[in-house]
C-alpha cells in the first residue's frame, strides 16, 4: 500500500520551497524508491483567505488520517489584522495539539562548507551535529493558572506555571534515549532542578528511563551550563533531551551556530500507535514565511529539502535515502551553490528553483 504524505505549503515563501519537495519525491516515486501519495491543503493567511479559518476541519482530518504532514510556513503582513483565533500560526497550534506531537527534534548540523558563516571559530564547529529534543506540548506554556491579575495602584501580577506529569517526561526521554542509538549514544538532559520542582521531578524521571538504556551514555546538565557549553564547545554533545521552554531557548542557540535559518529543518513526533507503531509525525522548515523575499524566487528550499528527509528517516525508516538526500546538501553546498541568505562575500548566488534542481541532481 502507498504511504500518504500531506503538504501545506502555507504563506509565502513556504509555497516556492515546498514546490522543490514536490520534484524532489516525484522522482523518487518515479525510481521506484518510494511510493508516495500526496495530498494538499491550505494553512495559515491562504486558508484564511479561502475559509476565513487558519486550517479548515477537512484538513485537520487529512492530518490525523496522513502518514506524515509536511508543512512549509505561514504568515504574513496581510494577515495581521485577522481575529486572533484564526490568526496563521494557529494552525500550527492547532495541528500540534491534534496530532498530539509531543517531541520536537531540532538538529543543528554544521555543513563543512558553511563553517565560515558560523559565530564560532571553524575547528568549534566544523562537523557539528546535534539534535536537541524538546518537549512540546507541557510545561510553561500552557500550564494553569496563566494570568495577569490587576493588583490595584497600578500593580498587578503575572503568573505562569510550569507542569510536568512523569508520563510526560518518561516519553519525551525514551524519544531521546532511542534517538541517540541511531546516532553517537549519549544524552544530555537539561533542566533546573537546582531551584525548580519541575526539574528535580524532570531529572528523577529520565535518570530512571536512562537505566533501560545502559549502553547510551547518560549525563545530567544544568540548562544555564547548557547554554554556556552550546557557545564554548558544542561539539561534546549528541542528543540533549530537555523541557517546552528550555528546549525553545537552547535549540535557536545551537541553531545559529550553524549559520542561517534557510537551512534548519525540525521534526514533531507523536507517541506510536499501540496498534502499529506508528507516530503521528509533522516536518516543518524552523524559519517563517519570510515575506520580505516572498514572490521572488530567491528563498532557500535546503531547510525544507532537509525537512522532507527527516520524514524520510523518522516515519518511513528509509535511513539510506535520507542519507543521499542529507549528502546531496552537503554536496552541493561543497560545490559553492549559494542562496542569497547563506552567501559569502560577493559570490554569485541561485534562486531557489536552481538550488533544488541542484539537490536533485546530486
Ligand atoms: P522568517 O523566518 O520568516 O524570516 C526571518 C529572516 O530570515 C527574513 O529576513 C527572511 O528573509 C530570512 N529567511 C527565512 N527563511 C529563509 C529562507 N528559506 N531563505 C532565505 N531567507 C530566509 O521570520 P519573521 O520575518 O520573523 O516572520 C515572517 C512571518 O513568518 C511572520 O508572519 C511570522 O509570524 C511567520 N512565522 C512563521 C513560522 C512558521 O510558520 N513556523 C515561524 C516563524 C515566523
Ligand atoms: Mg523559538
Known amino acids: 500500500a502507498s504511504q500518504t504524505l500531506l503538504l501545506l505549503p502555507g504563506d509565502g515563501i513556504g509555497t516556492e520551497i515546498m514546490v522543490e519537495v514536490e520534484k524532489l519525491i516525484d522522482w523518487t516515486n518515479a525510481e521506484g524508491l518510494t511510493d508516495f501519495s500526496t495530498d494538499h491543503g491550505l494553512v ?39 481575529p486572533y483565533e484564526h490568526r496563521p500560526e494557529a494552525a500550527l497550534l492547532r495541528l500540534r495539539k491534534e496530532l498530539g506531537v509531543f517531541a520536537n527534534l531540532r538538529p543543528a548540523i554544521c555543513y563543512p562548507a558553511l563553517a565560515e558563516a558560523s559565530s564560532l571559530k571553524r575547528e568549534l564547529v566544523e562537523g557539528l551535529d546535534i539534535l536537541i529534543v524538546r518537549e512540546l506540548t507541557g510545561g510553561v506554556y500552557f500550564g494553569e493558572p496563566k494570568e495577569i491579575t490587576d493588583l490595584g495602584d497600578g500593580q498587578k501580577r503575572a503568573i505562569d506555571t510550569q507542569v510536568y506529569e512523569t508520563y ?30 519541575s526539574g528535580v521531578l524532570w531529572d528523577e524521571v529520565v535518570r530512571g528511563v536512562a537505566k533501560d538504556y545502559p549502553d547510551v551514555a547518560f549525563e545530567h546538565i544544568l540548562a ?13 554533545f549528541d542528543v ?69 528527509a527527516m520524514a524520510l528517516r523518522y516515519s518511513f525508516n528509509m535511513i539510506e535515502l535520507a542519507d543521499r538526500v542529507d549528502a546531496a546538501i552537503a554536496d552541493v553546498l561543497a560545490d559553492g551553490l549559494r542562496t542569497g541568505d547563506i552567501a559569502q562575500d560577493n559570490r554569485k548566488t541561485v534562486g531557489t528553483e536552481e538550488m533544488g534542481a541542484a539537490i536533485l541532481a546530486k
Open 224 to 236: 544555564d551550563n547548557a547554554a554556556m557549553q552550546l557557545v564554548r564547545n558544542p561539539k561534546q
Open 240 to 308: 540533549m533531551v530537555t523541557d517546552n521552554l528550555f528546549g525553545d531557548i537552547l535549540s535557536d542557540a545551537a541553531a545559529m551556530l550553524t549559520g542561517s535559518l534557510g537551512m534548519l529543518p525540525s521534526a514533531s513526533l507523536g507517541a506510536p500507535d499501540p496498534a502499529t507503531g506508528k507516530r503521528k509525525a509533522f516536518y516543518e522548515p524552523v524559519h517563517g514565511s519570510a515575506p520580505d523575499i516572498a514572490g521572488k524566487g530567491i528563498a532557500n528550499p535546503i531547510a525544507m529539502i532537509a525537512s522532507f
Open 44 to 82: 495559515g493567511g491562504a486558508a484564511y483567505d479561502a475559509h476565513q479559518v487558519a486550517v479548515s476541519e477537512d484538513d485537520v482530518e487529512k492530518a490525523r488520517a496522513a502518514d506524515a504532514v509536511i508543512f512549509g510556513a505561514v504568515g504574513g503582513p496581510k494577515w495581521d489584522n485577522v
Open 168 to 197: 510526560e517526561i518518561d516519553r519525551i526521554a525514551r524519544v531521546a534515549f532511542d534517538l541517540a542509538r541511531t546516532r553517537s549514544n549519549k544524552v544530555h538532559s537539561a533542566d533546573k532542578k537546582n531551584v525548580m520542582k
